[in-house]
């Protein structure tokens, strides 16, 4: 547990702590490796974590709710979205090491506000982790049923954490191919939309924006884009990954405010650009959609093609999507494991899921996070369609929480960094129009967190609403009990610690060499950094 900071210790200046652990392949604290290259969370950044989320899910939104509500939705919460990461921005590029958010939220705020933000988050990544192992193997059941679905899951389950003993280095290169093909695969989508719409595909005529009059741009008028909300915001989770794999990036202070602006293109391109032809090429009353097959999840992109006159595209689009769930899954098992570690070196959770290998391989954290997938097991007897619903609505509204207390972790340390004599001017990265932009974060996710379940009380519908909204009270239960337990406190902003987590770059001298660090840049390379 957090202790308020030593009044003897030095207040260094920004970049003046030459700690020579800064150096170390192994981060001294939590034992984990400084292995991601700076291009591997650029690209995490861009389009980790995508997968059966955004290509599968986003067909019960446009069914639920038709294509304006899907604009209107990854738009809404892409904009909260850009505000948590400017958020995220100051506070990771400022202090990379320490455990991310979680442990930011109990230096900051309070311990035991840590821990309830710390466990929230770990339920949102074993909830997702679950449906993507749930969307894995219903596409292979799709292909071939000689194998029941649990044999399915038992050899990816044991395939996965193989591949997560190898390391951090292995992870982050497997990761930057996989996006760069999930990002290919897109382009190819979009282009194949806009020929399809303009009437360049032999056997069909142009049908240009057809489905936003028949069946039209909404589906049960506002109820529809409420729903559509919980749904986006499962597909936006994981923006706010960057800040977790930040201890183990060699060089975060060029990395991590290249990946925070990474963000903004990730918002435009693929959620705005999904939504846009997705309900641009696939009616929101497609029969698929609707009724489809418990053992072919099909997304609007196999309609679409489908639509065109190839049958057979379900099973390209199946294959497009098993792909992005090895990186689903692969990652969802990273952030998992990573925020089990960093809460056990705190005492926020069991002590023995804190230990890492001398490779910096935390194998205990690792194992227990992989085994939530079981979850996907719902499969066998609800059906995917129906698995898929209930954990989406388990996990929606721990984002909400999670991304409004990194809004509260930023205005509290904006608060002590004032409090305590230093200078805006000093951070290495500055976030956007603070503090609106922090307490519009903090204002729009405490309302979504409420309201998000609302259709469940019209008609009354008991489970959903439990489903909805059970997770609110279980964080304040999280946050009383560790509170009382461990007699922790709300500190005071001239106490707060404001010098750990801070630490330089391993490729500090190159960086500098290439006019990474330290020379201001010119506009044009200013510019092309933002790519």
Known sequence: MYSPKDPDRPMARIGEDADQDDFRSIDPESGVKRGLKTRHLSMMALAGIIGPGLLVGSGGALSGGGPASLLIGFGVIGIIAFSIMQSLGELTTLYPSGGAFTQLAARFVDPAFGVAVGWNYFIIWFAVLANEYNATTSILSFWSDKVPVWGYFLILWTAFLLFQLCGVTTFGEAEFWLALFKLVGLVAFYIFSIVYVSGGISGTGAIGFWYWHDPGPFVDGFRGVAKVFVFCSTFYAGCESVAVAATETKNPRVAVPLAIRQVFWRIIFIYMGAAFFFGLTCPANADQLVNGS???????????????????????????????????????IYIASRTLLFMAQQRMAPSFLGWTDKRGVPIPAITLANAFGALSM????????????????????????????????????????????????????????????????????????????????????????????ILLPLFFVIYAVYKIVFKTRFWRKDEIDLQSGRRRDLEEVSEMAAGDLGAPLPWWRRLIRNF
């Open 378 to 469: 719902m499969n066998i007897s609800t059906g995917a369609s129906e698995a898929y619903s209930y954990i989406v609505n388990l996990s929606g509204v721990s984002t909400f929480l999670v991304w409004g207390a990194i809004s509260l972790v930023h205005i509290r340390f904006r608060q002590a960094w004032k409090a305590q004599g230093y200078r805006v001017q000093d951070l290495p990265f500055i976030s956007l129009w603070y503090p609106w932009n922090a307490y519009f974060g903090l204002g729009a996710n405490v309302f979504l967190a409420l309201v998000q379940g609302w259709s469940n009380f019209a008609p009354w519908d008991a489970g959903g609403f439990v489903d909805a909204y």
């Open 294 to 332: 418990s053992r072919a999840l099909l997304s609007p992109m196999t309609v679409a093609l489908q639509n065109a006159g190839w049958q057979g595209g379900v099973h390209l689009i199946n294959a497009f999507i098993l792909v992005t769930c090895i990186s689903a899954i692969n990652s969802s």
